[in-house]
């Protein structure tokens, strides 16, 4: 299974062969082009197309035993694909990109908010992340320095590092509140800026090719959860007035 979406992420259609049909029902593909839900950000939707035109609606991604095995889920009542099949896979290209948006907004408010993140949930129309902190923040300032990076169009690029090049220089990784995984090869850093001046860290989800294409975005809300915790939403648009 070739998991073309970490390469590159606007691939929206791509042609796959079957591989395997799981008992219950999940298709697993040669390569594929869909999401599995990870790191907070949602798998993919679409369908896979057949020779004869028919359609496979496809209800979610999600990953097996590893991060490798990715699983596409039909919605109840499809057809099931043959052993060997060829199929053009659509995603659902609006929802993805939305989510690329969004995925992409979380990354850079962790560059405006630099505290450890302890959990954080990408949806279409906004994103959540908690940050482990006490201090109170104003949202209209976090918004306004989002909306800074977002307008000076910063390129965001992967750059791939093995774990070794990664010991020997622990700097490669701006945002030190991600810990890249161990043990399973080389790890994909999400680069912003040029020579990665605005951020760099490891993540396996998809983004935006520049900043700008995030668009317009505001913190809705920054809840108290807890002492030391707080939840920081991201919602798309202009701030309410
Ligand atoms: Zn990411």
New binding site residues.
């Given amino acids: 299974m070739t998991s073309l979406f970490l390469e590159d992420a606007y691939l929206s259609t791509v042609e796959a062969n079957v591989t395997g049909v799981r008992e219950d029902g999940g298709i697993v593909l040669d390569q594929t082009c869909f999401y599995a839900t990870s790191?907070g950000q949602p798998g993919d939707t679409g369908f896979f197309e057949r020779e004869n035109g028919d359609k496979i609606i496809i209800a979610g991604t999600v990953t097996g035993d590893t991060k490798a095995e990715i699983i596409h889920v039909p919605a109840p009542g499809q057809a099931t694909p043959d052993i060997g099949e060829k199929l053009v896979l659509h995603i659902d290209w609006d929802r993805r990109y939305n989510l690329m948006r969004m995925?992409?907004a979380?990354?850079l408010l962790s560059v405006v908010c630099p505290y450890p993140i302890t959990g954080a949930a990408v949806s279409e129309t906004d994103s959540r992340i908690d940050f482990d902190m006490t201090e109170t923040i104003d949202k209209a300032e976090v918004t306004a320095r989002l909306m800074e990076l977002v307008k000076a169009n910063h390129p965001i690029f992967n750059r791939w590092i093995s774990e070794a090049d990664l010991e020997a220089n622990p700097d490669l990784i701006k945002s030190k509140n991600v810990r890249p995984p161990r043990g399973q090869g080389d790890i994909r850093l999400?680069c912003i800026g040029e020579e990665s001046v605005i951020d760099s860290q490891p993540?396996g989800?998809t983004?935006v090719g520049e900043t700008a294409e995030v668009g317009e975005i505001h913190i809705g809300k920054i809840e108290k959860k807890g002492k030391e915790n707080r939840r920081f939403r991201i919602r798309f648009g202009p701030a309410p007035a």
């Fill in positions: 790191g995925h992409t979380c990354h999400v993540c989800g983004h």
